[in-house]
Every structure is written in C-alpha cells, then in structure tokens.
C-alpha cells in the first residue's frame, strides 16, 4: 500500500431518503482519481462513518473497490466495541481493500493499555498494510511518538500515521523516534504545505472532494520545495481548507462540494444541514475562491 500523495478521505452521498447513493460515490471517485488523486480513504471521519450501519460500511467498501480500479481503497476502521471493529476490517480485506486506517474507538477514550490493545486487536486481524489515526482533538485520544513505537515494533503492517493533531511539531517528532519507519500524513487540511516541509510525505484531504485539482497542485509544489508556486495556490485555498478543521466541517465541505456541482450537502442525523448564516457565510467564501480561481493545468 502506497500511503503517498493524495487520498482523499471521500464524503458519503446520500439520496433524499438518506440512502446511500451508490452510483454518484462511484463517479465521484473516478473524477478523483482521474484528477490525480493516488487513492481514496472511505469510512473516515467525513465519511459520517458513526452514522452508516454494518452493512452499509461493507457495501461502501465494494462500491469504492470497483470504482478505484487499479488505485487503492483505504478503509477506515472505526466502531463502538473492538469485536466489531476487528470484523470490518477483515471484511476490509475480503471485498478488496489495500489498507486499513485504525482509528480509536468512538466514545471510549482511557489509558494507553485499552488503547493499545484496541489498535493491536485491529491491526493484528489482517494482513493489509495499515495507517493509525491520531485524531486527539475528535476523539479524546492522543497516540504520542513514543507509544507509536510501540506498536511499530508489534506490527510490521503498521506503516504509517495519519496525523490530525494540528501540531506540526508532531510531524518533527514522530520522524525523530521513528526515522522512515512510519510515513507521515497530514490530517488537516490547512496544515498541509507545513507538514510536508517538516516531512510528511502524504495527505487525507477533505476540500478535495470539491477542488481535487488544486489541491494535487499543491501537494506537488510542496513536495517539489516549490515554496513560491505553492504559496499561491496555498493562500488562495486557505479559507475554504479551513473549514475541514471546524465543528460542522463535514457540512461545510459537503455543501461546498454541492455548490461546485460535485456532490449534494445532504447529512445524516443528528447532523443537520448548515443554517442559512452558515450558508451565506460558506457561499461568500466560495464565490471569492472561484472568482480568484488559479490556472493549475499543467
């Protein structure tokens, strides 16, 4: 599994009756991939996993496997207890998948033993390369440096970290126990062009599923240490990235992805759709990142 470049952590599209909508995930997956994106990550945190059932995450997973073709699908493995957890990452592999992205369970937060044995459990169950998610500020845990060493030296499939701690520092740290052990991904969106010159090599991206484009130009300038070309995609692109690091960010990249005609602001409960002041506020950003729209063909 190559947890390099861009692997968007695709949205999950839902018909009116709050269905999933199947055939436009699959299209929206190959416009992706066709715009230079490496992979696709489902079942994360912006795919309102905590709202699909069972079932509905299996489908997902064959629906993406089909529609990625030769690219790989990365499975985001999260749920309530680790019994269940260890089994939709074996049916990960079973329809498919290439990789697995572990997440701590929802709700449960406690000490690095449970954590530990609930990653373990999850990583242990296949042979898909995997890539633990440390998401402290969504889910109440944080996976340091030094317990990622740990589970480095009990996991040889262990290979890299998605990092959403939006501390660049953690990027520095992490590459200062481990070396290349572990390839590094940024997790948040305005994060990227830092984390990368402190040496992630890889991005989840959320925006992207509205501007795959641009932000595979980016990527690419940061990783080419074009600081000047890149700042200028960067700047231009900041205030819509930041809305994947705020309370609603699935609402606000699911209707921006809606306005750009790339998707529908449709959300399961209990989230709701923005509310009008969100929506103007979301628009007006929009409109401005369109009029101002950078020229990134090559």
Known sequence: MNFKGVIPAI????HEDLSVDFDFLKSHIQWMLEKGCTGITALGSLGESATLTFDEKVQILKACVEAAGDKPVVAGIAALSTREAVQ???EAERVGC???MVLPPYVYSSSWEE???HVSSVIGATSLDCMLYNNPIAYKTDF???EMAELCADHPNLVAVKESSADVRRVTAIRALLQDRLTILVGVDDLLVEGVAAGATGWIAGLVNAFPEESVRLYDLSMQGQWEEARKIYEWFLPLLRLDTVLKFVQYIKFVQEKVGMGSARVRPPRLELTPEEAEYTRGLLQTALENRPVVGA
């Open 98 to 100: 290439q990789g697995l």
């Open 144 to 146: 340091l440096p030094e």
């Open 11 to 14: 949205t999950t599209p839902f």
């Open 115 to 117: 954590m530990k044995f």
């Open 88 to 90: 939709l990452a074996q």
